[in-house]
């Protein structure tokens, strides 16, 4: 016997909802980590996306770090199914998070202290 709702049968309503799930209930990570040292108005940093843990993002967030040239290099910011954004001028820094790119870059620029910080980088998951 076969329920139909709206035309789908039961078995793909069950597969629907499993993925859509599945979807809920994944996360992918990211991490920011930043040089302390500034060179030519700017920080060394590096960023990483689409990790499975937060410990995965935050190792290859320090790895671009440090293979971009950097030697001071820390973990700045780690996030979750959400926007982050890391912001510097030569006195202050701030970090922030967000649904969106751009509440995540407001909430750096507000978090960092001062008139003049910049984004330094920025990404979703």
Sequence with gaps: ?????NGL???????????????????AF???AADSRWVQNTIGHG????????AEASQEAMKACTEAGNSSCK?????????????WSREYEGVG????LALAEQAALQNCGNGICKIIVSDCE
Excluded: D
């Excluded at 049968?9 to 809920?24: E, F, I, R, S, T």
């Excluded at 960023?47 to 937060?54: D, H, L, W």
């Excluded at 973990?75 to 912001?87: D, M, P, R, T, W």
């Design 1 to 5: 016997m076969t329920i139909k709702l």
């Design 97 to 100: 998070t967000g649904p969106s």
């Design 47 to 54: 960023m990483f996306t689409g990790a499975s843990n937060p």
């Design 30 to 32: 990211g991490a920011i």
């Design 75 to 87: 973990i700045v910011l780690q996030f979750s199914q959400k926007c982050g954004a890391f912001a």
């Design 9 to 27: 049968g039961l078995n793909k309503l069950l597969l629907a909802l499993c993925l859509a799930g599945l979807h809920l209930y994944s996360h």
